[in-house]
């Protein structure tokens, strides 16, 4: 059982939600038409960390960053981070260490490189991609495949969410994402549902909840299966995920953050 549970906790955590780069220089041409994303939600320096729990179970961490800015062919960029791992009593059932990465371009939030790193006991799996979001392809190592402009990845996907308005936004709103995973492209939608207040670890939080659609695989048993509370200010923070999967359920819960790009407005006095 321990080893069906922390197989499912670090699906969870790495699809969260996370390395080596191909030197194609060509796929990372400048575009001066590129969009502009204003970001008020997330700055350099920034780190969040979670705790992943089956059921009652602390069964593993995750934790996010985002790099200072960095120079990827003229352009300014982010490196962000998503990294889970089990916990150590869980190492010796189901040893996990997992990375997901992703570089955007600072101005237009459009992933400039991926890669990830998934260490699953004496499993091993890496991938790695160059976009060209002007062209609309992106490469692999499994050669080039077409992509909609500004398909994002794993890493980037979580932090453009952020960006996104839910303070305007009328309950049934929904915001279509493309996603890149495994070699696929996914068409998805975040959909917003509402506001709530949550009694969180780090206090009671106003929140904005939001439901990403899944993609229905072995870990997710439906496209609704995740409700997502972020935080109802500037910053939009995660501070809780619940999701079903095919066995159980887990949530996902902020124990700690640093360096927020605005006050944390949405923490409500005792």
């Known amino acids: 059982m321990k080893n069906r549970v922390t197989f499912y906790i670090s699906a969870f955590a790495i699809s969260l939600l996370s390395i080596v780069l191909f030197s194609m220089k060509s796929a990372e041409k400048?575009?001066?038409?590129?969009?502009?994303?204003?970001?008020?939600?997330?700055?350099?320096?920034?780190?969040?960390?979670?705790?992943?729990?089956?059921?009652?179970?602390?069964?593993g961490l995750c934790n996010m960053t985002v790099s200072e800015p960095l120079t990827i062919n003229n352009k300014s960029a982010y490196n962000l981070k998503v990294e889970g791992e089990t916990v150590k009593s869980f190492d010796w059932a189901y040893k996990v260490r997992d990375k997901f990465e992703s570089w955007v371009d600072v101005n237009s939030h459009a992933p400039?490189?991926?890669?990830?790193?998934?260490?699953?006991n004496n499993y091993f799996n890496q991938d790695i991609a160059i976009y060209n979001h002007s062209d609309k392809w992106l490469k692999?190592?499994?050669?080039?495949i077409a992509i909609p402009q500004y398909t994002q990845d794993i890493a980037s996907a979580i932090y453009y969410m952020r960006t996104l308005n839910y303070a305007d936004a009328k309950i049934g709103a929904t915001y279509p994402i493309d996603v890149?995973?495994?070699?696929?492209?996914?068409?998805?939608?975040?959909?917003?549902?509402?506001k709530e207040v949550i009694k969180s670890d780090i206090g009671k939080?106003?929140?904005f909840k939001i439901k990403p659609q899944l993609v229905v695989d072995r870990v997710f048993k439906s496209t609704d299966a995740m409700?997502?509370?972020?935080?109802?200010?500037?910053?939009?923070?995660?501070?809780?995920i619940q999701t079903e999967i095919r066995v159980g359920s887990l949530k996902v819960d902020l124990v700690k953050y640093q360096n927020l790009k605005n006050p944390m407005t949405s923490l409500v006095a005792k």
């Not at 070699?183 to 939608?189: A, F, Q, R, S, W």
């Open 205 to 207: 939080v106003r929140c």
């Open 30 to 59: 400048v575009d001066n038409n590129d969009r502009i994303v204003i970001n008020t939600a997330y700055q350099p320096g920034e780190v969040l960390n979670y705790r992943i729990h089956y059921g009652i179970i602390n069964a």
């Open 180 to 194: 890149y995973l495994d070699n696929k492209i996914y068409n998805l939608n975040v959909k917003y549902v509402g």
């Open 112 to 120: 400039i490189r991926y890669a990830k790193t998934v260490r699953e």
């Open 140 to 144: 692999n190592k499994q050669g080039q």
């Open 227 to 240: 409700t997502v509370w972020v935080t109802d200010d500037e910053n939009k923070v995660p501070v809780r």
